[in-house]
Nanobody, 121 residues
Framework: QMQLVESGGGLVQAGGSLRLSCVAT????????MAWYRQAPGKQRELIARISIREDTDYADSVKGRFAISRDNAKNTAYLQMNSLKPEDTAVYYC???????????????WGRGTQVTVSS
């Protein structure tokens, strides 16, 4: 059974950094597009970063230049390096598997619990 487990969140001051991890089990990780999403209080969940099987990457404008998505196929793990964090980055962060490497590709896996990121000003 496919499962995604996110970790690495926490409380950080504005300007700080965090590295999130997403461990995937029950699937052939290397042939899956992976993506990170976030959901802030009172807002819809949004896709913020995605990585193709060839390691092409794409980012939402709100995080471009500050966040970096990567993957380690040997560890079945996707990462999100977050630098220059801002209070508006406060959200629960999730990973998932988009149907393909294109905009608005629907997520295909059950959502995990996510990991909370809180950025203080």
């Amino acid at each position: 059974q496919m499962q995604l487990v996110e970790s690495g969140g926490g409380l950080v001051q504005a300007g700080g950094s965090l590295r999130l991890s997403c461990v995937a089990t029950g699937l052939t990780f290397s042939n899956k597009v992976m993506a990170w999403y976030r959901q802030a209080p009172g807002k819809q969940r949004e896709l913020i970063a995605r990585i193709s099987i060839r390691e092409d990457t794409d980012y939402a404008d709100s995080v471009k230049g500050r966040f970096a998505i990567s993957r380690d196929n040997a560890k079945n793990t996707a990462y999100l390096q977050m630098n220059s964090l801002k209070p508006e980055d406060t959200a629960v962060y999730y990973c998932n598997i988009p149907r393909g490497y294109y905009r608005n590709a629907p997520a295909t896996a059950n959502w995990g619990r996510g990991t909370q990121v809180t950025v203080s000003s």
